[in-house]
């Protein structure tokens, strides 16, 4: 027996007996909820004139079922007859300014359930009005925000699988005539190791020796409050606290933390990681499988410096998680 076809059938069928004993899963509401406005109009119509206006924000997460809901409650009826009325969501026409949507196709993550670049096309192309490009960096500085501009036009192409680059402004100029002003640096080279652990700890050791010439070398970075008081972008030295150094994932912190700790010569690098989710984590490689035991006598080991809606999770006071 084919496979889609045997999958379809145990789907459906779990579906309907769901249905039968009353019990419902996510997919199962989407599914009925699409079914009552497709098919009882009374029901639709009910609805429709509830809801003045519907926003959808993060639409770039919505699904075709998701699609179908927001398009029937959006009918534009304008005296058509119940005969006339459409059934399939493709051709319902949405009352002008009752749909408003808000989203980022390229922070599309939902592919599994059908949430794709190109669904988020073909709800955009079923609403009229205009498309607003909201393009107005607030944070990054002009070579960093220059920077991603070129880096990402060239790799991101409009086409089903993928959408089209939308160049960034940016707010702040990064003015300042310091030969370490803001900017995008490259750091480390290819490497020939076929082990990843070497390759871990040479990029420790080469983030580390940055680290301490950032701030021997004075590179600048915007002095928030001075600008806001002055009208006008004020620059500082650096400061190790200004610094973060961000990880896709965590297999190589005892690498970096290790090789900081070492290399730099700043005694406030040695002192207890202050970052609560750091210590955390400390915790639970040391601690696993030994929770009870760490939670009964946490209180007197989580430092000072947490505040208190951390040490309270952490203690247990709140349940232990």
């Not at 899963?25 to 009882?40: A, G, H, K, P």
């Not at 959408?163 to 995008?184: I, Q």
Request: with cysteine; hydrophobic share 35%; charged share 30%.
């Amino acid at each position: 027996m084919p496979l889609l076809p045997s999958l379809q059938t145990a789907v459906l069928g779990w579906a309907s007996e769901r249905k039968r004993l009353g019990r419902a899963e996510f997919q199962d509401l989407l599914v009925w909820t699409r079914d009552l406005l497709r098919d009882n109009l009374d029901v639709r119509d009910y609805y429709r004139d509830r809801y003045t206006h519907l926003l959808i924000d993060e639409a770039q997460d919505t699904d075709p079922l998701q699609a179908e809901i927001a398009m029937f409650l959006t009918e534009e009826v304008d005296g058509s007859t119940a005969k006339e009325r459409p059934r399939v969501w493709e051709d319902v026409i949405p009352k002008r300014g009752k749909l408003f949507v808000v989203g980022d196709p390229k922070q599309s993550i939902y592919r599994f359930r059908r949430a794709d670049v190109e669904q988020m096309k073909v709800l955009q192309d079923h609403l009229e009005g205009d498309t607003v490009q909201l393009v107005q960096n607030f944070r990054s500085q002009k070579p960093v925000v220059t920077w991603v501009n070129h880096l990402f036009s060239q790799w991101m192409g409009e086409n089903s699988l993928q959408t089209e680059y939308v160049p960034l402004e940016h707010r702040w100029e990064a003015a300042t005539d310091h030969p370490f002003g803001p900017r995008v640096w490259a750091l480390g080279e290819s490497l020939d190791e076929s082990r990843i652990e070497p390759v871990r700890q040479k990029e420790a050791q080469a983030i580390a020796s940055l680290l301490g010439e950032i701030v021997r070398a004075e590179w600048q970075v915007l002095d928030v409050e001075a600008s806001r008081e002055t009208g006008q972008e004020c620059y500082r030295p650096v400061r190790y606290s200004d610094i973060c150094i961000l990880m896709p994932r965590r297999t190589g912190l005892r690498f970096l933390e290790g090789t900081v700790s070492e290399a730099l010569e700043d005694p406030r690098l040695r002192r207890p990681c202050k970052d609560a989710r750091i210590f955390i984590i400390r915790l639970v490689q040391e601690w696993h499988g030994r929770e009870d035991e760490l939670q009964a006598g946490l209180a007197e080991v989580v430092p000072s410096y947490i505040d208190g809606r951390q040490r309270a999770a952490l203690t247990g006071r709140k349940g232990w998680r």
